[in-house]
RNA sequence: GCGGGAGUAGCUCAUCCGGUAGAGCGACAGCCUUCCAAGCUGUAGGUGGCGGGUUCGAGUCCCGUCUCCCGCUCCA
C-alpha cells in the first residue's frame, strides 16, 4: 500500500490534474502558501460552505447570518489581542541555526534568576530551621534583593523595549546579558526581526502611518463588531448566533502543507451569545453538534477526534479541537471555543459603547459570554479530498481511482452518458442533460468508450452516471450508476431528478 | 532562515563521454464499439525554470538566481 506521504502526493497531483487546487499565479512560478480552487474545487468549495450555512443558519431559527468586511477599524485588532499577541520578537543563534522568541529568551534568563532565589531560601531554610522567616529573609538578605533588582531592571528594559519596538535594544540585552544558544551553546546571535502575522496594508491613496489598516486574521472580530447591530434589527433574544463564512489571513512564519496552512484562507465561524454561568452547558453542546455534522456527511467516525485544550489561549475559558486524520496525521480541523466575555468587553473597553443585553427572564443586563466553532473551509476540504482519494483494485483485475466524495458535496452531481455516439442515443442525451442542469451541477460526455467514461467521473467523485441505450428509445428508462458500488438501477426518465434527490438529501 | 533533493510536453519520464529533444499516458478530431481504463488513424503541444559563462556547438559542463519537495525552527 501507499505510504502516507506518497499518499498525500497523490492527493495534491490529483487534485491539480482534475482542476480542484491550483498553486497560485502557477506561471510566475506559484506563490508561497497560496492557492487558486479551479473548475472542480469551487464547486466543492462552495457546496461545503453551503452545506454549514444550511445546518448552522437555515436550520437553526436563533441562528442568523452575516457577511461584515475584510478591512475594519484598526482598534478592533487591539481590542482583540491581535496587535500585541501577533507581534513576535525572533531571534536567530547563527550556529545552531535555532530560532527562538527573543522575549522569551530573556524572560527564560529572568525566571533562572528567579530559580537561583528559590535556592537561596531553600539553603536558608534550612540553616535557620523553625525560627526561618521568609518574608523576612527575601526582604532582607543582600544576595536575594541583589537578584530580585536584577529580574525587575531586566523585566523593566524588556518590556519598555517591547512596547516601544525597540528590536535593537532587545538585541543588546540580550548580548549584556550573555545569554546564549542552549542548543550550540554559542552567542552568536542574529538582529532580533519583528515577525508580524497580520497583513498591513494602506487605506486612502495616500501612505501615511495613520492610515494602516490590518487584513483580518481571524472573522471573528466582524461578528463582535456586530454584535449589537444584529442583536436589535434582528430582535435577537439570548442565546443566539451569527455565522458568517470569510477569508481570513495571517502571515505564517511557515507555511506549508498544501492547502492546510495557508497564508489566504477561509473560515466558517459562528459565534453564540449566551448568558454568563450557562456557557458550559452550550459549549458542550456545540461539541457535539459539531461533531454530529462531520459525521452526518457520512465520513467514517475514526478519521475524527476530540481533543480537549489544556493550556488555553487569553480569550477562552475552555477549548477543544475536532481533529481529522489527515494524510499526515491527525491535525486541528475545526475549535469550539468558550470565549467568555473576553472580546466584547474589551470592545467596550475601547469603543466606549455599551455592548450590554438587557436579559427579561432574569430582568439583569450583562455583557454575554460567547461559545464559538470556527472551522477552515480549506481544511474540511483537504479533509474530504483526504478521505476520498481512493485506490481500488477491482475483480477484474483492473485499477481506479475514485474520489468517494460524500454525494451532497460531490462538484459534479450527475454525468450523462449515451452508451454510444450515434443511432439518436446522443440527441436524446442531451434533452435528458438539459432537463438535469437545471436542479444539479451536471456533465455530458460522449466521448470514448464507456468505461472509460465511466472512470473520468470516477476521478472527480460524480456520484451518479446516467446512462442511455436503445432501450431508452423505446421505453424512455434509463440506467443509473452509483459511483461507489458501481451498481446500476434502470429506472424512468422523468424519476431520475428526483431519485438524485432523494439519495443526495443532507442527513442533518 | 538553515541543511538536503529536484526542475525537460498537461502528467510520468528518457536523451551514453557536450553535436540543434523523444516515448508512454492524457487532450483534441475521426473510425470501431449495446455497459466499466489500456482497439485503430490523425492532430496539437517544448525559448529543457530563469540569467550569465566556457565552447565551433550546452538540456548535458561551470557560476548565479528563482521555485517546489523533505527535515529543523515558529504559530492561532
Not at 505510504?3 to 497531483?13: R, V
Request: proline share 4%; aromatic share 12%; net charge negative.
Amino acid at each position: 500500500m501507499l505510504n502516507q506521504e506518497d499518499l498525500f502526493k497523490k492527493i495534491i497531483s490529483h487534485a491539480k490534474e482534475y482542476g480542484f487546487v491550483f498553486p497560485s499565479s502557477e506561471i510566475y512560478d506559484g506563490l508561497s502558501a497560496v492557492y487558486d480552487y479551479g473548475q472542480l474545487g469551487s464547486e466543492l468549495k462552495n457546496n461545503i460552505k453551503n452545506y454549514w450555512w444550511k445546518a448552522m443558519v437555515q436550520y437553526h431559527t436563533n441562528i442568523v447570518g452575516l457577511d461584515s468586511a475584510i478591512f475594519m477599524h484598526p482598534t478592533t485588532w487591539k481590542a482583540s489581542g491581535h496587535v500585541d499577541a501577533f507581534n513576535d520578537p525572533m531571534i536567530d543563534n547563527k550556529d545552531s541555526k535555532k530560532r527562538y522568541r527573543a522575549d522569551v529568551l530573556v524572560e527564560d534568563y529572568m525566571a533562572k534568576i528567579e530559580a537561583k532565589i528559590d535556592k537561596e531560601v531553600a539553603k536558608a531554610e534550612k540553616r535557620f530551621g523553625d525560627s526561618f522567616d521568609k518574608e523576612q529573609f527575601v526582604s532582607t538578605n543582600p544576595r536575594v534583593t541583589g537578584y530580585k533588582e536584577k529580574i525587575s531592571a531586566i523585566g523593566a528594559r524588556l518590556y519598555k523595549s517591547m512596547e516601544e519596538n525597540d528590536l535593537a535594544d532587545i538585541k543588546a540585552l540580550i548580548e549584556e546579558l550573555e545569554i546564549a544558544c542552549p542548543i550550540s551553546g554559542s552567542r552568536n546571535w542574529t538582529d532580533v526581526r519583528q515577525f508580524n502575522l497580520m497583513f498591513s496594508t494602506q487605506m486612502g491613496s495616500l501612505s501615511d502611518d495613520a492610515n494602516t489598516i490590518y487584513l483580518r486574521p481571524e472573522t471573528a472580530q466582524g461578528i463582535f463588531v456586530n454584535y449589537l447591530n444584529v442583536q436589535k434589527t434582528g430582535r435577537m433574544k439570548i442565546p443566539f448566533g451569527i455565522a458568517q463564512i470569510g477569508k481570513a489571513f495571517r502571515n505564517e512564519i511557515v507555511a506549508r502543507q498544501f492547502i492546510f496552512r495557508m497564508r489566504e484562507f477561509e473560515q466558517m465561524e459562528m459565534q453564540f451569545f449566551v448568558r454568563p454561568g450557562t456557557e458550559m452547558e452550550w459549549y458542550e453542546y456545540w461539541k457535539e453538534t459539531r461533531v454530529n455534522w462531520h459525521k452526518s456527511l457520512g465520513i467514517p467516525e475514526e478519521n475524527y477526534r476530540l481533543h480537549n485544550h489544556e493550556k488555553l489561549a487569553h480569550y477562552a475559558n475552555a477549548a477543544a479541537d475536532i481533529e481529522f486524520k489527515f494524510p499526515f496525521g491527525f491535525k486541528e480541523l475545526e475549535g469550539i471555543h468558550s470565549r467568555t466575555d473576553f472580546d466584547l468587553s474589551a470592545h467596550e473597553k475601547y469603543s466606549g459603547k455599551k455592548l450590554r443585553y438587557f436579559d427579561p427572564e432574569i430582568n439583569e443586563s450583562y455583557v454575554p459570554y460567547v461559545v464559538e466553532t470556527s472551522i477552515g473551509v480549506d481544511r474540511m476540504f483537504l479533509s474530504v479530498l483526504s478521505y476520498a482519494y481512493t485506490e481500488e483494485k477491482l475483480d477484474d483485475g483492473s485499477e481506479r481511482v475514485v474520489m468517494n466524495i460524500p454525494p451532497v458535496i460531490a462538484p459534479v452531481k450527475v454525468a450523462v452518458l449515451p452508451l454510444l455516439k450515434k443511432d439518436g442515443l446522443p440527441e436524446k442525451g442531451r434533452e435528458i442533460f438539459d432537463a438535469l442542469k437545471v436542479d444539479y451541477m451536471c456533465q455530458y460526455d460522449e466521448k470514448d468508450a464507456i468505461g472509460r467514461r465511466y472512470r473520468r467521473q470516477d476521478a472527480i467523485g460524480t456520484p451518479y452516471c446516467v446512462t442511455i441505450d436503445h432501450q431508452t428509445l423505446e421505453d424512455n428508462t434509463v440506467t443509473i450508476r452509483e459511483r461507489d458500488t458501481m451498481k446500476q438501477d434502470r429506472v424512468p426518465v422523468d424519476q431520475v431528478a428526483s431519485i438524485i434527490a432523494e439519495r443526495i438529501r443532507p442527513q442533518l
